[in-house]
């Protein structure tokens, strides 16, 4: 952060915005928070928004736009074929990364869906630092394989390795050394969502992008999470310090072949993209955009959209604009580790991460701590976080459950979006939960759907301790909401 406070000890995130549009929030009472979650079959995913008071599900479309994008916004080109709207994306594109093709998506899955189609068959892996839900699903569908190659302390919840997202470089020699001909590309994530947004280093990408090019092998980056890894690379990896967020964008298009995104993420907006400085590849992917997406002007996206992700690519050359999000998680995190309570170190991008099983000391995976954690919270302050542990995993073609690796809440920090105020808000009722842990049970199946269970899944509570939770509340906090 470039301001300094007068009182060191009192330093706190400063927002370098101001807001102009607010939306009113609503706190339903403790006891009408344990009926709600089990009307959502304990899945926050399945929580009306009119009863959270925190939304910290997601950082995906809920980002707060600026004055600039609202505006721009209003010089959307609705035209079929030939859009103004377009060209300028294309443009911002191009200025923001470098590269000169672009093909247009709805969203980040369906970026990831054309890569699949176009690049897996049966047999054939992908390896990646770590997968996201999404790709891995359509990976899986066309019979393909996640290979994960990050390296040991991206699974170690208190390494304070900086780039926990990076590579274990010697595995994926040995991969490319012993399997080169059924790697359909090699997935590189910026900002690794189930690990804790953990960023790569650049000179991590750039070994393995060197790696794969040798071997002839194409390397596909998801930036999905890019603005966070920019912010991170900028303060702490060294080589980094000087060399403007541009530049550092402009390296990154240089060194692999394919870049996709979210814009849901990255660029504060909607829709998604494929973009590439080879014609090739461009060629190669464009008749998937048609049949699936839309025309090659807008692949499914609405117009306002695109002129927001164009304005919003800009803004992400900002470090103002960027290190809003890590700033504030970074704050949550050190309130929450200072009390003690089992933090994903160090503080990554998209939210913080509760390490679940830590807190929930002794739970077994089958009770699914990272659930009860998210459905615990809920009552305890109306927060709605993210299960991103084993409910979120799906299960083996056998039917046998994959535990994940990492059992997590996830509480992610929409940019822009929260006051400081309201992060101390969540940190305070994260630390009551923590101080009354004991009253915390597992979870179990009421319907469990075979694809991404955990959009729709229902649970519900292993006994009543969610009475018996709500109880302590109000002998503690009185008639307080
Ligand atoms: N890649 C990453 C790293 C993501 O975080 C996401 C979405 C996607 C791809 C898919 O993009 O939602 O536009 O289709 N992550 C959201 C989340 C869903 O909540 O973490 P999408």
Redesign the pocket.
């Known amino acids: 952060m470039s301001v300094k406070f007068y009182r060191p000890e009192h330093q706190v995130p400063l927002e370098m915005h101001k807001v102009r549009i607010v939306q009113k929030l609503f706190l339903p009472t403790v006891e009408e928070r344990v009926e709600k979650i089990n009307e959502a079959g304990n899945n926050t995913f399945l929580l009306q928004n009119k009863d959270v008071f925190l939304d910290m599900l997601?950082?995906?479309g809920v980002n707060a736009m600026s004055d600039l994008q609202q505006a721009s916004m209003l010089q959307a080109d609705d035209a079929y074929a030939g859009s103004e709207t377009c060209n300028r994306l294309k443009k911002a594109l191009h200025e923001v990364f470098g590269t000169e093709y672009f093909l247009p998506a709805h969203?980040?899955?369906?970026c990831?869906n054309i890569l699949a189609e176009a690049y897996v068959k049966p047999g054939m892996i992908v390896p990646m630092n770590f997968h996201?839900t999404?790709?891995k699903a359509h990976i899986t569908r066309v019979g393909g394989e996640v290979i994960e190659l990050v390296s040991e302390s991206g699974l170690e919840p208190q390494n304070d390795n900086p780039f926990k997202g990076n590579f274990d470089l010697d595995r994926l020699r040995e991969l490319i050394d012993t399997r080169r001909k059924d790697i359909a590309f090699v997935r590189i994530?910026t900002?690794t969502?189930l690990i804790g947004g953990q960023p790569i280093s650049m000179a991590n990408m750039k070994a393995v992008c060197k790696m794969c090019r040798e071997a002839g092998i194409r390397t596909v980056i998801?930036a999905?999470?890019m603005q966070d890894n920019l912010y991170f690379v900028k303060v702490r990896e060294p080589e980094y310090k000087d060399v403007s967020l541009k530049d550092i964008m402009h390296e990154i298009a240089d060194m692999c072949d394919i870049i996709y995104f979210?814009s849901?993420?990255l660029g504060f907006s909607r829709g998604?993209a494929i973009i590439t400085k080879h014609e090739p590849t461009y060629r190669e992917l464009m008749e998937f955009v048609p049949l699936y997406e839309g025309f090659l002007t807008y692949g499914g996206m609405e117009v306002r959209s695109m002129e927001a992700m164009a304005q919003g690519l800009y803004e992400t050359l900002d470090m103002e604009v960027i290190s809003q999000g890590p700033i504030f998680i970074e704050y949550l995190v050190k309130e929450l580790d200072d009390y003690g309570v089992p933090m994903i170190k160090p503080a990554g991008g998209l939210g913080a991460h509760i390490n679940a099983s830590a807190f929930l000391e002794g739970m077994p995976h089958n009770e699914y701590p990272a659930g009860a954690l998210a459905a615990a919270l809920y009552i305890a302050g109306g927060i709605r976080g993210?299960e991103r542990g084993s409910i979120s995993e799906q299960r083996e073609p056998d039917g046998t459950e994959r535990y994940a690796e990492l059992e997590l809440l996830r509480l992610a920090c929409p940019r822009r979006v929260f006051t400081l105020s309201q992060i101390k808000y969540c940190a305070d009722r994260v630390k009551w939960l923590y101080d009354n842990r004991d009253l915390i049970g597992g979870l179990e199946w009421v319907e469990e759907p075979s694809v991404l269970r955990f959009f729709f899944g229902r649970l519900k509570p292993k006994g009543d301790w969610q009475q018996r939770l709500a109880k302590k509340f109000r002998e503690d906090f009185g008639d307080s909401l």
């Open positions: 997601t950082d995906s969203q980040g899955r369906a990831e996201f999404t790709a994530e900002g969502n998801d999905s999470l979210s849901r993420k998604g993210m």
